[in-house]
């Protein structure tokens, strides 16, 4: 789970402008975590992470495949994220400037 957050967390900071950064954090509301093989100290995998489609109010769900040297998925997940305001700590709904760089 620690890799599913760690990728989801460096795809917002890479790819989210300065400003949303600042003013919005993410909070896990469910993980849905399908593991298919296994990796052990010292193995190396590819992770991916993708957003698949446009938010539905305060949630956005990310989908994340780590795949082992093999070429083998060792683990697949989705999962959904809600946004909060960062000083208030209150639900926002995810607008569209904010989702736009995750859908492109």
């Not at 993708?50 to 780590?66: E, L, Q």
């Amino acid at each position: 789970m620690r890799w599913i957050q760690d990728i989801a967390v460096a795809h917002w900071q890479a790819v989210a402008s300065p400003e949303h950064i600042a003013a919005y954090i993410w909070v896990v509301t469910r993980h849905e975590i399908d593991y298919r093989g296994n990796v052990r100290v010292g193995d190396s995998v590819v992770g991916e992470t993708w957003v698949p489609g446009k938010p539905y109010g305060a949630r956005f769900d990310r989908h994340v495949r780590f795949t082992g040297v093999d070429g083998k998925v060792k683990v697949e997940a989705v999962t959904t994220w809600a946004l909060l305001d960062r000083v208030t700590g209150r639900l926002l709904r995810v607008r569209d400037e904010i989702a736009a760089p995750f859908l492109s």
